[in-house]
């Protein structure tokens, strides 16, 4: 089955998702929500799952790896970034649609591999300036792009050289998410970004390494292997 022709799945059944299940259900299509609160589920005539949405083995069992679409929704960013993560990990050839609670947090979502993002702030702040002739009239000020750190989920990259432990190793045997708890999440080499990082992807020497994770993690990663 190819990608496209695959389920929709939900992360979340608070406002954002019911009316995203609402609306896929009006529009006949198939799919499932996610939700670790069964309350939430309460007079609910669609597919649905109690879990946390993000757990693989929850999103395993609703068809993750055969999903044409994922719509995460969750009200915490921390959340939506690992779900990003997990759902893009997980299958590469979705189309991850996700929620950003906060402005400052849509450069990482992206970066955790979301095609796209929206900021309901924004968004209800663009709507609300178009309602006005004077916007029409005038270029709206641009958003401020200075992303900030968020709920304690840090970006950094690392340049690997010939001195590094990690040099010459796959993914799978550096073992970044069992043992420290963050993930690789894209590497630059000569000039070209690879993102579909597999447990046999060797890093090489002179490669740009982007991690993800909690600032503890990343400082126990760096401690161990970029010294």
């Given at each position: 089955?190819?990608?496209e022709d695959g389920h929709i799945?939900?992360?979340?059944?608070?406002?954002?998702?019911?009316?995203?299940?609402?609306?896929?259900?009006?529009?006949?299509?198939?799919?499932?929500?996610?939700?670790?609160?069964?309350?939430?589920?309460?007079?609910?005539?669609?597919?649905?799952?109690?879990?946390?949405?993000?757990?693989?083995?929850?999103?395993?069992?609703?068809?993750?790896?055969?999903?044409?679409?994922?719509?995460?929704?969750?009200?915490?960013?921390?959340?939506?970034?690992?779900?990003?993560?997990?759902?893009?990990?997980?299958?590469?050839?979705?189309?991850?649609?996700?929620?950003?609670?906060?402005?400052?947090?849509?450069?990482?979502?992206?970066?955790?591999?979301?095609?796209?993002?929206?900021?309901?702030?924004?968004?209800?702040?663009?709507?609300?300036?178009?309602?006005?002739?004077?916007?029409?009239?005038?270029?709206?000020?641009?958003?401020?792009?200075?992303?900030?750190?968020?709920?304690?989920?840090?970006?950094?990259?690392?340049?690997?050289?010939?001195?590094?432990?990690?040099?010459?190793?796959?993914?799978?045997?550096?073992?970044?998410?069992?043992?420290?708890?963050?993930?690789?999440?894209?590497?630059?080499?000569?000039?070209?970004?690879?993102?579909?990082?597999?447990?046999?992807?060797?890093?090489?020497?002179?490669?740009?390494?982007?991690?993800?994770?909690?600032?503890?993690?990343?400082?126990?990663?760096?401690?161990?292997?970029?010294?």
């Amino acid at each position: 089955m190819k990608a496209e022709d695959g389920h929709i799945i939900v992360l979340g059944c608070g406002d954002v998702g019911k009316h995203a299940a609402q609306t896929l259900k009006y529009s006949g299509l198939e799919f499932i929500v996610i939700d670790s609160d069964p309350w939430a589920f309460e007079d609910a005539d669609y597919e649905h799952l109690v879990g946390n949405a993000t757990d693989e083995d929850a999103l395993k069992k609703a068809g993750i790896e055969t999903a044409s679409t994922v719509i995460i929704a969750l009200n915490n960013d921390t959340d939506v970034i690992f779900a990003t993560l997990i759902a893009r990990g997980l299958n590469p050839e979705s189309t991850i649609l996700a929620r950003a609670n906060s402005y400052k947090s849509i450069d990482k979502i992206y970066k955790a591999g979301a095609d796209y993002v929206a900021a309901l702030s924004i968004v209800a702040g663009q709507m609300l300036a178009r309602m006005t002739s004077r916007c029409i009239e005038m270029s709206c000020r641009k958003i401020d792009e200075d992303i900030m750190l968020y709920e304690g989920i840090e970006i950094e990259k690392h340049t690997i050289g010939s001195e590094h432990d990690i040099v010459d190793r796959p993914v799978a045997e550096i073992g970044l998410r069992e043992r420290f708890g963050c993930t690789l999440i894209g590497i630059e080499r000569q000039g070209n970004i690879i993102t579909d990082i597999l447990p046999s992807t060797v890093i090489l020497k002179d490669d740009i390494i982007a991690v993800i994770g909690t600032k503890q993690a990343i400082s126990l990663f760096k401690y161990k292997y970029v010294k």
